[in-house]
């Protein structure tokens, strides 16, 4: 239960640190963050979280994450469940608080997008659907190719959350202008929830595509980091040669 409830904490964290980046402070009059300031905040949520709760239950913070893993042989399927009820339940949470917060103000519009997910009229800057499936499906590839490095046992340890902390904020400097960015089925539906009508219908796009690109994130990773390839890479190099031996 303490890894449930660590994966509901983180994932309220990230929702609130970075979605409320994106309804509070994004465009406050003459100090506003923007699309840097927001993508900064979510990148710091994951960094942040990943030292807090990274020793308790991995800090996954995310359904395609989790799922990821699992497909790269990294977590195992009886867990999937709950810990994915764990992050979209505290996704839920966040965006009540958040919800609460910005209401504070005179003029807060819920439908405006309250940093929802979107694709055509939706998107940000107006990108298609098929661009925004492209956009959410490569970007969760490349996250789970970082993750998956990055935590690899032959990987510097200690370091982990700096580079997946830094990829997720490369991710939104990206696409935060297609999608609003995703990458994270649980991140769209505690905000879209509350927005209702083509936040939610739009909101099956951002369930689909990180979780496909989260499969072929595991597999890439798993086709170029095999412990033979790295063995065959590491006998190759101590022989002196330029490129990696043809198996046998």
């Keep these: 239960m303490k890894q449930y409830g660590a994966e509901f904490l983180g994932t309220f964290w990230l929702v609130l640190g970075g979605c409320g980046s994106a309804v ?7 100090v506003g963050i923007g699309l840097h300031g927001v993508s900064l905040a979510f990148g710091l949520t994951v960094l942040t979280m990943a030292y807090a709760i990274g020793h308790i239950s991995g800090c996954h913070l995310n359904p395609a994450v989790s799922i990821g893993l699992w497909a790269g042989g990294r977590f195992p399927a009886s867990k999937l469940l709950p810990y994915i ?6 996704a839920i949470a966040a965006g009540g608080v958040l919800y609460l917060i910005a209401s504070g103000t005179a003029g807060f519009d819920v439908s405006k997008g309250f940093a929802s997910n979107g694709y055509g009229e939706h998107s940000p800057g107006g990108y298609s659907m098929l661009a925004a499936l492209i956009t959410e499906v490569v970007m969760t590839m490349f996250f789970l190719i970082v993750i998956l490095g990055a ?14 902390g830094l990829a997720l904020t490369l991710i939104h400097l990206i696409s935060i202008p297609v999608t609003n960015t995703s990458v994270n089925p ?9 927005v209702g009508g ?9 369930w689909v595509a990180p979780i496909v690109g989260a499969l072929l994130g595991a597999l890439a990773y ?16 101590q ?4 490129e990696l031996a043809p198996s046998s």
């Design 24 to 30: 509070l402070a994004a465009a406050f009059p003459g």
């Design 85 to 90: 009820v764990a992050q979209v339940v505290g």
């Design 151 to 164: 935590t690899d046992k032959r990987a510097p340890a200690g370091f982990a959350p700096l580079p997946i």
């Design 186 to 194: 649980a991140r769209s539906t505690g905000v879209a929830l509350y």
């Design 198 to 206: 083509w936040a939610v219908d739009q909101l099956w796009m951002f």
């Design 222 to 237: 798993r086709l170029i980091a095999s412990e033979e390839v790295g063995a065959r890479a590491d006998a190759h190099a």
């Design 239 to 242: 022989a002196g040669g330029n």
